[in-house]
Structures are given as structure tokens and as C-alpha cells.
């Protein structure tokens, strides 16, 4: 089987295991059915998710232009807390930054190298937390925008991790902790706006298709290395897991145009 494309971050369904879909110019992959098989990935170009040109991709799958331009790549979406939507203020695009700010957005607690904070909108339950690896989540808070989560969760990362390490995430080093009570720990660090959104909803658990989990992670870099083959033993979070303990982050690598084969067995 080959298929050629700009790569996008798998697309997931909530199940046991979580089931990865890839597509690539129209053709749909089963990622889940490829583990135990061997997999030639070679770089064949780049094209930007925004303009569709080949220069070379900036960040988050957008050439320099587009990252610059595009409301899709604006602060507030790493930065929750400089959200302006619900003051009418328009920062790169105001119609699409109030479809996307001023809806329902929830501040959570998850597990995946460690407790973290983060903030996502309630639409993108569980699929956030698939993404970043997480085995299980618990939500802190339900608010009725993208601000009141920014605020919650800058007020939280004093006393919480807001990030993941991607290693000890990869390698399954679970640390055993009751995100209940981290949640009843935090409640008291939170902004008074907030306060009244407390959420009751129960932890989510999620089980990730891994065979094999790394021993020692490398990364593969495309550009470095520009054509690699390995046999798939695993799939968390947006990593694509291979024997030889290489790891490839395919949502890192957005825009980036792929050749993808796999190889049949003899």
C-alpha cells in the first residue's frame, strides 16, 4: 500500500484502544491496522495547510506568511488568556476568533508524564487529551469562554505543570496519582470569576494500541533524515511508535508532504 500527502495530525475515535485515522489527498488510513507492520516514510516536499504553496513550513503546519497572518496561528490560542474575543476586539480575524472563543471551554487536569493543567474547548473532549497521550483526565472547570479558562489555568501553573514530557509519556511511566484530590488541592488557587463554573464531571480514562513501548525515544526528523523504514509497535498521543525505539510526532510535522508505504511481509 503507498500513499503521498501533507501530513495532518491523525484523526481519532474514542474506543478501547483509540482508533487513528490518517488521510493523505483523500486516501483514509486505519493507522491501527498497520501495527507489526513495516513502514517506509521518505519526505517528499512541504505545502502549507493555509496557502497550499511549498514554501517551507514555519510552525503548526503554516509557512512564515501564514503563521504571521492567520487567525488560526494567533497568540490566544496558545496563550488562552489573551483571548479578546468577548470584549468585540478583534485580534487577526473577529468572526472567527468569536466562533472559537466564546463557546463552552473546560480546565483540566491530565496524566500523561505527570499532572498537568490545560485548557481545551468542550467540544474537543476527549480528542485533547488523546492527543497529548493522556491516560486519564479529569475536568476542573466548565466556562462559558475561552478568556475565563486562560485566566484559570495561568493561575493554576504555579502549583500545577502546564506541560508534558513527551519521553516519559512515550515510555509509559505512568506516576500514580488520585487527580481528585489534586482537584480538590487546586480549587483554592482559582480566580473568583471562575469559581462558579466548577465542573462535576468524572475522570475519563483512555487506552492507547501499543504493542511496545520505547526503552530510549529518538525523535525522526525528516529533514535530517529523509527516508526511514520501521516496524510500527505502538500509537500515543500523535507519535507513530517503531521498533528500533524512533518515535515521530505526525501533528509536529503538519504540512510537511509524505510518502508513506507499507511494506508486505515475506
Request: proline content about 4%.
Given at each position: 500500500m503507498q500513499f503521498e500527502g501533507p501530513l495532518r495530525k491523525m484523526m481519532t475515535e474514542f474506543s478501547e484502544p483509540i482508533q487513528y485515522f490518517m488521510e493523505l489527498r483523500g486516501q483514509f488510513l486505519q493507522v491501527n491496522q498497520l501495527l507489526d507492520k513495516t513502514i517506509e516514510?521518505?519526505?517528499?516536499?512541504?505545502?502549507c495547510l493555509s496557502c497550499g504553496q511549498g514554501a517551507p513550513i514555519f510552525r503548526q503546519g503554516f509557512c512564515k506568511s501564514c503563521f504571521f497572518e492567520v487567525p488560526q496561528a494567533a497568540d490566544w490560542i496558545i496563550h488562552p488568556e489573551q483571548s479578546k474575543a468577548h470584549l468585540g476586539i478583534e485580534d487577526r480575524d473577529l468572526a472567527y476568533e468569536q466562533k472559537m472563543q466564546l463557546q463552552?471551554?473546560?480546565?483540566?487536569?491530565?496524566?500523561?508524564?505527570?499532572?498537568?493543567?490545560?485548557?481545551?474547548?468542550?467540544?474537543?473532549i476527549p480528542t485533547r487529551w488523546i492527543d497529548q497521550g493522556a491516560h486519564e483526565a479529569l475536568p476542573l472547570l466548565e466556562v462559558p469562554n475561552r478568556y475565563l479558562a486562560g485566566i484559570a489555568e495561568?493561575?493554576?501553573?504555579?502549583?500545577?505543570?502546564?506541560k508534558t514530557n513527551w519521553r516519559t509519556m512515550l515510555k509509559n511511566e505512568i506516576e500514580d496519582v488520585d487527580l481528585w484530590q489534586w482537584?480538590?488541592?487546586?480549587?483554592?488557587?482559582?480566580?473568583?470569576?471562575?469559581?462558579a463554573y466548577l465542573s462535576q464531571e468524572h475522570k475519563t480514562s483512555v487506552c492507547f494500541p501499543v504493542i511496545a513501548y520505547p526503552i530510549?525515544?529518538?525523535?525522526?526528523?525528516?529533514?535530517?533524515?529523509?527516508?526511514?523504514?520501521?516496524?510500527?509497535?505502538?500509537?500515543?498521543?500523535?507519535?507513530?511508535?517503531?521498533?528500533?525505539?524512533?518515535?515521530?510526532?505526525?501533528?509536529?510535522?503538519?504540512?510537511?508532504?509524505?510518502?508513506?508505504?507499507?511494506?508486505?511481509?515475506?
Open positions: 516514510i521518505s519526505f517528499k516536499g512541504y505545502e463552552p471551554h473546560v480546565v483540566y487536569l491530565a496524566n500523561s508524564s505527570n499532572v498537568k493543567v490545560g485548557v481545551t474547548r468542550k467540544a474537543q495561568v493561575a493554576l501553573k504555579g502549583h500545577v505543570s502546564d482537584k480538590q488541592r487546586l480549587i483554592q488557587f482559582l480566580p473568583n470569576e471562575v469559581v530510549k525515544p529518538k525523535s525522526l526528523n525528516l529533514s535530517k533524515t529523509p527516508f526511514y523504514t520501521g516496524k510500527l509497535k505502538g500509537i500515543k498521543g500523535q507519535y507513530l511508535i517503531f521498533e528500533d525505539d524512533t518515535v515521530f510526532n505526525v501533528r509536529s510535522n503538519e504540512g510537511i508532504v509524505v510518502g508513506l508505504n507499507v511494506l508486505t511481509e515475506v
